[in-house]
Structure formats: structure tokens, C-alpha cells
């Protein structure tokens, strides 16, 4: 038999819409075969082997039909075994349905005989509820009294007693109500109230415990065997359990906040220190008390002693809390309070004592003052401390400006130098402040500082400004001081004072630069009251310059007689300035009259007296300069050419002389230029003069064309060409560097112009 016929006999399986599966399969066969069959016989050769190939495909063909029929079979048997199980399922079912339909029907007899009986069981429920009231009459009598016992037993503080006699009323109770069928009788409606009545005398005597364990312990005992009983006892009753324990534990913290923290007991403003030191004393003697009175009275699990620290902690922070959301406080009770709260509360004064056991740690507890109540209490201790400093330092100002317009000299110390408690005052009073902060903490101290450092630098704004004021008003003749020029002198006392002694304002730990602005601003008020000194002495010396030079100068020294007898008045006290224990070295920016300082010691650093007596010699010798630079007098030959190099070299020694005897040391006086120009006066061959003047300007630098042609103009004898050579010589060469320790006159000197304003040389000018 061929595949041909093998395919006739199978049955046909219509392809179609139901088996799309089928038919794509069957393409993809077909054309895999005829793919496979163009491939093996595309050659005419291998058609040879046609009948090898038939045979081999018959016999895979036969080999897969018999494996098909293998599994058709095996699916027929087991389709046979599920329908025979399906069919003897099927009868269970219906037999256990006529079973179920024989029990409905015995029900439905059965409940009408129920319904029948009824009324029966009723009576029966009567006849037994009868028979119990019976038997429990004679008690049931007797409930009323027994609960006027009860009370009288509660009213009466005995309570064991009373609990027993509660107890056996509510066994009563819960008796009737089993015997009776859930059924309440009005009898026991007292018995509630009466439950609640004992509840709150145990909760009444565990609230006075501190009391109570001092004066009648048994009771406090009886009230607490009593919660721990009733804690642990069940009822029958549908009631809620009475959880006595945690009422008397509540009943504890409430008696212990209101014995201490009871809003009666709370300070007013001005109390706090007392408050506080009231409870240093009180707390640790309450825990004392729990330790030795109370813990024995109670069992171990309520932990009295924690129990008893934890509340004292948790009500005083509590109390802070809403005393710190009332009206602001003070200074002294801001600073009270926060030294209490973070170094005595916890300190050994409190509860951080030896005596106290472990339970009463509080250490790991919520801090009293949380980090936002600690900046709100050094916020307002920082603001009324500076209000009260602000008031105290304008005080201390008032009362030193008001004795400058006296008719008396300033004070003097022992040692004879200007005198006033004003530094003292002040630097005490910013002292104390940051010194007693420390006992609180660094952040405190820190701000206090800060504030104590800003407060300062304003006194000495202040300190300056009524200085000006006092100055303006004494030279315009508003306020005429008698003693002004003593009162500059001690108000650079005061001066030095603060400054040697501003060094206690810095506590430990500071930065090393914190008090830099102050220093600077000390140094500031320093020159400030040297330039109102030295304005002084110009408004002494002005009128006399006027007439320098003239003939008179050059044939008569008087009119230098009168400068130097001045100077030496208004120099007299200068010895009464006290040495600074830091010295200071200034300079003078060009072409004007402030004052530049250097710190630092050095060879040309000056003490107080020394330094003024520099300014004065200085003021005197550019005063002297700008004389000579107007113009007033040109010389008419060589004999009054003469007359003036002498006059000149008259003056430098006449101002040498005058400022040794005062005690300035020639190496910083700046008289000898005097000596320089008499050189240029005194030359006799004109034509020679270009090399006096490079000679003047190798001395001083700063000279200027204007300052030689004004000198030349005093000689009266330089024609036009020797001045154009003499001030040629100025531009030849380098400008030289000035020479070390010298400080410049000439560019302070304008030709013509009215007197500089004072300034405040140290180092040697000649």
C-alpha cells in the first residue's frame, strides 16, 4: 500500500475557520516538502535513487500512524473512566438530596412542638427565679444598711474595712444577677456611687502621700492594697474593669505638682531668685522623703523614687514653660533662671546629689530649658543688661563733660597726673557684666562681650563728639572753659587709662582680634584730642606769626620772645599726661592735616608727654615756615640778608633751647630746618644758590618750586635767570628718598596760604 492510499483511508479534517492552526500548518508542511524534494532531485542523476526514497518515507510514514493510534487510545480510556466516575457521582447526589429532604421535614415538626412549649419553659423560668429570690430575700434585706455602712466606713477613712463590705455587696450583686437571669434590681443602685465614693477616698489619701506618710502611713498603706486589689480582681458583671492602679499613680503626680508647682505657688515678677532657691532646698528633701517615707509603703514595681523625680522634673519644666510664655523678664531674673536651670539643677546642690540613689537620675530627661528658651532668655538678658550699660555709660559722660566748664583744674592723683574714676567706672562696669555671664555659659558670654565691645566703641563716639562740642564752644566764645587745655590733657588720661586697661574685656576664649575696633577707636579718640591740643596752641600763636617777618624781626627778637613765652605756658602741664602702657608712632598724609598712626613700639615711638611736646615744637616750626613763605618782607641788600640767616639761626636755637627745657629731645625736633634755609639766605654769590637748593632738597624732598621761589624772593637780590637755575636743580636727577625717621614739612606748607592745620608728627624732623 502507498502513502497515497494511506492518505485516503485517514479520516479528512476539514480545514476551515474553526482550525486556522491546522491549515497554516499543513502550508508550511507542504512547502517544506516541496523544498526539500527540488533539492534532492535537482539533478537528472539522482533520480536514480527515486525508489530509495519512496521506501524509506513509506516506512516513517507507517512508523508515526502507529504512535498516533497508540495516543488516540489511551485518550479513548481515560474519557471511558471519567464518565463512569461522572455517573456514580450523579447517584450519590440524588440520595443525599432525598436524605436532606427527610431531616427538613423532621425540623419543621420540631419547631412547631417548641413553639407548643413555650409557654411552659416560661413558668419554669419564673418558678426558678422565684425559688433564688426566695432563698436570697433575707440578704437583699439587708443591702441598704449595708451600704449606709460602707459609707460611713469610707467617710470615716477606714478603708480595708470599707472594701470588704463593697466587695460583698458586689458578690451579692453579681450573685442575684446570675441567679436572677441578667436581671437588675433597683436595690443595688447605691452600690455605684458607693464604688465611686471609695474610689475617690483611695485616690484622696495616695494624693497626700507626702502627708500621709509622715503622719498616718496605715492609711496610705490601706488606700494602696486596696488599688492593687482592686486592679487585679475580674467581674462578671458587664462593667468596666476599675483600674485603681493608674488612678492612684495619676493621684501621686497631681499631689506632687500641686504641693510644689501649684499655680498659687507660682512667683510674681521680682520673686523668681526666691522661687528658685526655695526649690533647690524642697526637691531634693521631697526625694528624700519618697526614698525613706513613702517607697515602703508602696510596692516595688511603682518605682516611688523615679516616679517621684521624673514628675518634680517633668512639672517644674512645665512651669518654666508657661512662666516663660507670660510677660518678659528682667535682667537679674533672666540671668537667675538660666544659671539655676544649667548649673544648679543639675548640680550636686540638686539633683545631681551623692545622696540621691540611681532612680533619681534625671539627666537623661528633657532638658528644663529647650535650646529656643535658652536664646530667648540670653536675648533678653543681652537687651535689658545693654539698655541698663547704655544708661550707666551716658551717666558716667554726663558727669565728666559737666565738670569741664569748672573754675577748678582737673583732679590729680598722687603722682601728680590728670585724674578721674570715669575709665575706671567704665571699664567696671563692662567688666562685671561679661564677668558674671561666665557663670552661665560661653554663648552668653560671648554676647555680653560683643554687646560690651559695641557699647564701648559708642562711648567713645560719644567721649569724642562732646570733646568737639566742648572745643567749638570755647574757641567761639559760647562756653568759655577756664581750664580747657587741662581738660584735653585729661581727657588723654582718660584716654590711656582705657586703653592699657581695655584688655580685661577679653575673656578666654575670645578671638585674639575682638577688641581690635575698640582699639582702633581708641587710637582715633587719641588724635582727636592731640588736634583740639594743638588748636589751641595755634589760636595762642596765629596773631603773633602775623607780624613774622618784619623789619622789627630782623633787628629785635621779641616777637620770637613772645612765641616762646607762650609756648612755654601752654606746655607746662604737659608733664601732667600719663605715659601710655602702648605707645603709638603717627604720621601725617600730604598736603593735609590728619593724622595717621602706626601701634608698635619702635626708636621713634614717643610717650604721651613727649609725643605733645613734638606736636607743639612742630605746630611752632610750620607756623614759622608758612610766616616766611608770605611774602611779607624782602631784603633790601646784603646787610639785611645778613641780619636774617642770623635771625633765623637766632630762632632755631632760641626754639632748641626752649623745647629742651621742656623736655623734648633734640633728635625729634624739626627747628633745625631753620638752619637749612638760613644757608640758602646767607649765601653771598647768587649764581651759587642752584646748589643749595639741590642741597635742600636732598634733606627734604617735599620743598616745591613755590617754597624756593618764595625764599628766593626774601633774599630781594635773585634775577630771573639764577631763580630759573636755582629751581632747575629741583627737577635734575632722581627725586630723592626721604631720610629714615624724617617727616615732611614743606608739603604742609603752602606758598602763599594761611597756617595748616595742626598735625601730629613723631619721628625727628631735622
Same mark, same amino acid.
Given at each position: 500500500?502507498?502513502?497515497?492510499?494511506?492518505?485516503?483511508?485517514?479520516?479528512?479534517?476539514?480545514?476551515?475557520?474553526?482550525?486556522?492552526?491546522?491549515?497554516?500548518?499543513?502550508?508550511?508542511?507542504?512547502?517544506?516538502?516541496?523544498?526539500?524534494?527540488?533539492?534532492?532531485?535537482?539533478?537528472?542523476?539522482?533520480?536514480?535513487?527515486?525508489?530509495?526514497?519512496?521506501?524509506?518515507?513509506?516506512?516513517?510514514?507507517?512508523?508515526?500512524?502507529?504512535?498516533?493510534?497508540?495516543?488516540?487510545?489511551?485518550?479513548? !480510556? =481515560? $474519557?471511558?473512566?471519567?464518565?463512569?466516575? /461522572?455517573? #456514580?457521582?450523579? +447517584? &450519590?447526589?440524588?440520595? %443525599?438530596?432525598?436524605? *436532606?429532604?427527610?431531616?427538613?421535614?423532621?425540623?419543621?415538626?420540631?419547631?412547631?412542638?417548641?413553639?407548643?412549649?413555650?409557654?411552659?419553659?416560661?413558668?419554669?423560668?419564673?418558678?426558678?427565679?422565684?425559688?433564688?429570690?426566695?432563698?436570697?430575700?433575707?440578704?437583699?434585706?439587708?443591702?441598704?444598711?449595708?451600704?449606709?455602712?460602707?459609707?460611713?466606713?469610707?467617710?470615716?477613712?477606714?478603708?480595708?474595712?470599707?472594701?470588704?463590705?463593697?466587695?460583698?455587696?458586689?458578690?451579692?450583686?453579681?450573685?442575684?444577677?446570675?441567679?436572677?437571669?441578667?436581671?437588675?434590681?433597683?436595690?443595688? !443602685? =447605691? $452600690?455605684?456611687?458607693?464604688?465611686?465614693? /471609695?474610689? #475617690?477616698?483611695? +485616690? &484622696?489619701?495616695?494624693? %497626700?502621700?507626702?502627708? *500621709?506618710?509622715?503622719?498616718?502611713?496605715?492609711?496610705?498603706?490601706?488606700?494602696?492594697?486596696?488599688?492593687?486589689?482592686?486592679?487585679?480582681?475580674?467581674?462578671?458583671?458587664?462593667?468596666?474593669?476599675?483600674?485603681?492602679?493608674?488612678?492612684?499613680?495619676?493621684?501621686?503626680?497631681?499631689?506632687?505638682?500641686?504641693?510644689?508647682?501649684?499655680?498659687?505657688?507660682?512667683?510674681?515678677?521680682?520673686?523668681?531668685?526666691?522661687?528658685?532657691?526655695?526649690?533647690?532646698?524642697?526637691?531634693?528633701?521631697?526625694?528624700?522623703?519618697?526614698?525613706?517615707?513613702?517607697?515602703?509603703?508602696?510596692?516595688?514595681?511603682?518605682?516611688?523614687?523615679?516616679?517621684?523625680?521624673?514628675?518634680?522634673?517633668?512639672?517644674?519644666?512645665?512651669?518654666?514653660?508657661?512662666? *516663660?510664655?507670660?510677660?518678659?523678664?528682667?535682667?537679674?531674673?533672666?540671668?537667675?533662671?538660666?544659671?539655676?536651670?544649667?548649673?544648679?539643677?543639675?548640680?550636686?546642690?540638686?539633683?545631681?546629689?551623692?545622696?540621691?540613689?540611681?532612680?533619681?537620675?534625671?539627666?537623661?530627661?528633657?532638658?528644663?530649658?529647650?535650646?529656643?528658651?535658652?536664646?530667648?532668655?540670653?536675648?533678653?538678658?543681652?537687651?535689658?543688661?545693654?539698655?541698663?550699660?547704655?544708661?550707666?555709660?551716658?551717666?558716667?559722660?554726663?558727669?565728666?563733660?559737666?565738670?569741664?566748664?569748672?573754675?577748678?583744674?582737673?583732679?590729680?592723683?598722687?603722682?601728680?597726673?590728670?585724674?578721674?574714676?570715669?575709665?575706671?567706672?567704665?571699664?567696671?562696669?563692662?567688666?562685671?557684666?561679661?564677668?558674671?555671664?561666665?557663670?552661665?555659659?560661653?554663648?552668653?558670654?560671648?554676647?555680653?562681650?560683643?554687646?560690651?565691645?559695641?557699647?564701648?566703641?559708642?562711648?567713645?563716639?560719644?567721649?569724642?563728639?562732646?570733646?568737639?562740642?566742648?572745643?567749638?564752644?570755647?574757641?567761639?566764645?559760647?562756653?568759655?572753659?577756664?581750664?580747657?587745655?587741662?581738660?584735653?590733657?585729661?581727657?588723654?588720661?582718660?584716654?590711656?587709662?582705657?586703653?592699657?586697661?581695655?584688655?580685661?574685656?577679653?575673656?578666654?576664649?575670645?578671638?585674639?582680634?575682638?577688641?581690635?575696633?575698640?582699639?582702633?577707636?581708641?587710637?582715633?579718640?587719641?588724635?582727636?584730642?592731640?588736634?583740639?591740643?594743638?588748636?589751641?596752641?595755634?589760636?595762642?600763636?596765629?596773631?603773633?606769626?602775623?607780624?613774622?617777618?618784619?623789619?622789627?624781626?630782623?633787628?629785635?627778637?621779641?616777637?620770637?620772645?613772645?612765641?616762646?613765652?607762650?609756648?612755654?605756658?601752654?606746655?607746662?602741664?604737659?608733664?601732667?599726661?600719663?605715659?601710655?602702657?602702648?605707645?603709638?608712632?603717627?604720621?601725617?598724609?600730604?598736603?593735609?592735616?590728619?593724622?595717621?598712626?602706626?601701634?608698635?613700639?619702635?626708636?621713634?615711638?614717643?610717650?604721651?608727654?613727649?609725643?605733645?611736646?613734638?606736636?607743639?615744637?612742630?605746630?611752632?616750626?610750620?607756623?614759622?615756615?608758612?610766616?616766611?613763605?608770605?611774602?611779607?618782607?624782602?631784603?633790601?641788600?646784603?646787610?639785611?640778608?645778613?641780619?636774617?640767616?642770623?635771625?633765623?639761626?637766632?630762632?632755631?636755637?632760641?626754639?632748641?633751647?626752649?623745647?629742651?627745657?621742656?623736655?623734648?629731645?633734640?633728635?625729634?625736633?624739626?627747628?633745625?630746618?631753620?638752619?637749612?634755609?638760613?644757608?640758602?639766605?646767607?649765601?653771598?654769590?647768587?649764581?651759587?644758590?642752584?646748589?643749595?637748593?639741590?642741597?635742600?632738597?636732598?634733606?627734604?624732598?617735599?620743598?616745591?618750586?613755590?617754597?624756593?621761589?618764595?625764599?628766593?624772593?626774601?633774599?630781594?637780590?635773585?634775577?630771573?635767570?639764577?631763580?630759573?637755575?636755582?629751581?632747575?636743580?629741583?627737577?635734575?636727577?632722581?627725586?630723592?628718598?626721604?631720610?629714615?625717621?624724617?617727616?615732611?614739612?614743606?608739603?604742609?606748607?603752602?606758598?602763599?596760604?594761611?597756617?595748616?592745620?595742626?598735625?601730629?608728627?613723631?619721628?625727628?624732623?631735622?
Amino acid at each position: 500500500m502507498d502513502s497515497t492510499t494511506k492518505n485516503e483511508k485517514q479520516p479528512a479534517l476539514l480545514p476551515g475557520p474553526e482550525w486556522p492552526e491546522q491549515e497554516r500548518a499543513e502550508r508550511l508542511a507542504r512547502g517544506a516538502a516541496l523544498k526539500w524534494a527540488s533539492g534532492i532531485f535537482y539533478r537528472p542523476e539522482q533520480l536514480a535513487r527515486l525508489g530509495q526514497y519512496r521506501s524509506r518515507e513509506m516506512q516513517r510514514t507507517c512508523s508515526l500512524e502507529a504512535r498516533m493510534k497508540s495516543v488516540v487510545q489511551s485518550y479513548l !480510556e =481515560g $474519557v471511558k473512566t471519567g464518565v463512569w466516575q /461522572l455517573a #456514580q457521582g450523579l +447517584e &450519590a447526589m440524588q440520595e %443525599a438530596r432525598e436524605a *436532606l429532604g427527610q431531616a427538613h421535614g423532621l425540623l419543621r415538626g420540631m419547631a412547631e412542638t417548641v413553639r407548643a412549649l413555650e409557654p411552659l419553659r416560661e413558668q419554669v423560668s419564673q418558678h426558678k427565679q422565684l425559688q433564688a429570690l426566695s432563698q436570697l430575700l433575707p440578704r437583699l434585706q439587708a443591702v441598704p444598711a449595708a451600704v449606709a455602712h460602707t459609707q460611713s466606713l469610707i467617710d470615716a477613712q477606714q478603708l480595708l474595712e470599707a472594701y470588704v463590705s463593697l466587695r460583698e455587696l458586689e458578690q451579692l450583686q453579681e450573685e442575684t444577677w446570675t441567679s436572677l437571669g441578667d436581671l437588675e434590681l433597683p436595690i443595688f !443602685e =447605691g $452600690v455605684g456611687p458607693l464604688s465611686e465614693a /471609695l474610689g #475617690q477616698a483611695v +485616690e &484622696a489619701a495616695v494624693g %497626700a502621700a507626702g502627708q *500621709l506618710a509622715r503622719e498616718d502611713p496605715a492609711l496610705l498603706v490601706a488606700a494602696v492594697r486596696v488599688a492593687e486589689v482592686e486592679t487585679g480582681r475580674t467581674t462578671s458583671l458587664e462593667q468596666a474593669p476599675r483600674d485603681w492602679r493608674q488612678r492612684c499613680l495619676r493621684a501621686l503626680q497631681e499631689g506632687l505638682e500641686q504641693v510644689h508647682f501649684g499655680t498659687h505657688l507660682l512667683p510674681g515678677p521680682g520673686a523668681l531668685a526666691g522661687w528658685l532657691e526655695a526649690l533647690r532646698v524642697a526637691l531634693p528633701a521631697e526625694l528624700a522623703t519618697a526614698e525613706a517615707l513613702i517607697a515602703p509603703c508602696c510596692p516595688p514595681h511603682y518605682k516611688v523614687v523615679q516616679l517621684w523625680a521624673h514628675t518634680l522634673h517633668s512639672g517644674l519644666r512645665r512651669c518654666l514653660q508657661q512662666f *516663660l510664655e507670660g510677660p518678659e523678664l528682667g535682667a537679674a531674673d533672666a540671668f537667675t533662671l538660666l544659671h539655676w536651670a544649667l548649673h544648679v539643677y543639675l548640680g550636686p546642690e540638686m539633683m545631681g546629689s551623692l545622696e540621691l540613689g540611681p532612680e533619681a537620675d534625671v539627666s537623661q530627661l528633657e532638658p528644663l530649658l529647650t535650646l529656643e528658651n535658652i536664646e530667648q532668655l540670653e536675648a533678653t538678658f543681652v537687651s535689658k543688661v545693654q539698655a541698663n550699660v547704655v544708661q550707666w555709660l551716658q551717666k558716667a559722660l554726663d558727669g565728666e563733660v559737666a565738670e569741664w566748664g569748672r573754675e577748678q583744674e582737673p583732679d590729680t592723683d598722687p603722682s601728680g597726673f590728670y585724674h578721674s574714676p570715669m575709665p575706671a567706672i567704665v571699664l567696671q562696669i563692662l567688666e562685671e557684666n561679661i564677668r558674671v555671664t561666665s557663670l552661665v555659659s560661653e554663648s552668653l558670654q560671648r554676647r555680653v562681650h560683643g554687646m560690651a565691645l559695641s557699647e564701648l566703641g559708642a562711648f567713645l563716639r560719644s567721649f569724642s563728639d562732646a570733646l568737639i562740642q566742648f572745643s567749638r564752644d570755647h574757641l567761639r566764645g559760647d562756653a568759655m572753659a577756664p581750664h580747657y587745655v587741662s581738660y584735653l590733657l585729661a581727657a588723654l588720661n582718660h584716654q590711656s587709662a582705657l586703653s592699657s586697661s581695655v584688655s580685661v574685656l577679653q575673656p578666654d576664649g575670645v578671638a585674639l582680634g575682638a577688641l581690635a575696633p575698640v582699639e582702633a577707636a581708641l587710637e582715633e579718640l587719641q588724635r582727636r584730642i592731640c588736634r583740639l591740643v594743638l588748636e589751641a596752641l595755634l589760636v595762642e600763636l596765629q596773631p603773633l606769626f602775623m607780624a613774622l617777618p618784619s623789619r622789627q624781626w630782623l633787628s629785635s627778637p621779641e616777637l620770637l620772645d613772645d612765641v616762646c613765652e607762650r609756648t612755654a605756658r601752654f606746655c607746662r602741664d604737659f608733664w601732667r599726661v600719663r605715659n601710655p602702657a602702648v605707645q603709638v608712632r603717627l604720621g601725617v598724609r600730604r598736603g593735609r592735616g590728619e593724622v595717621q598712626w602706626e601701634r608698635g613700639p619702635g626708636p621713634t615711638c614717643l610717650p604721651s608727654p613727649q609725643l605733645l611736646l613734638a606736636e607743639a615744637e612742630r605746630t611752632v616750626v610750620l607756623q614759622y615756615l608758612c610766616a616766611l613763605m608770605q611774602g611779607r618782607l624782602v631784603c633790601r641788600g646784603a646787610d639785611e640778608r645778613s641780619q636774617a640767616a642770623e635771625r633765623l639761626q637766632h630762632d632755631a636755637v632760641q626754639l632748641r633751647d626752649l623745647f629742651l627745657d621742656l623736655g623734648l629731645e633734640e633728635s625729634f625736633q624739626c627747628a633745625p630746618v631753620l638752619l637749612a634755609l638760613r644757608k640758602l639766605l646767607d649765601l653771598r654769590d647768587p649764581t651759587m644758590l642752584g646748589l643749595e637748593v639741590a642741597g635742600l632738597r636732598q634733606q627734604f624732598p617735599d620743598v616745591s618750586e613755590e617754597h624756593v621761589s618764595a625764599l628766593l624772593d626774601l633774599r630781594g637780590d635773585v634775577s630771573r635767570e639764577q631763580r630759573l637755575a636755582a629751581l632747575s636743580s629741583l627737577q635734575a636727577g632722581p627725586q630723592p628718598s626721604p631720610p629714615a625717621g624724617r617727616r615732611a614739612l614743606f608739603s604742609l606748607v603752602p606758598a602763599p596760604a594761611p597756617a595748616p592745620s595742626s598735625c601730629l608728627p613723631s619721628g625727628p624732623c631735622a
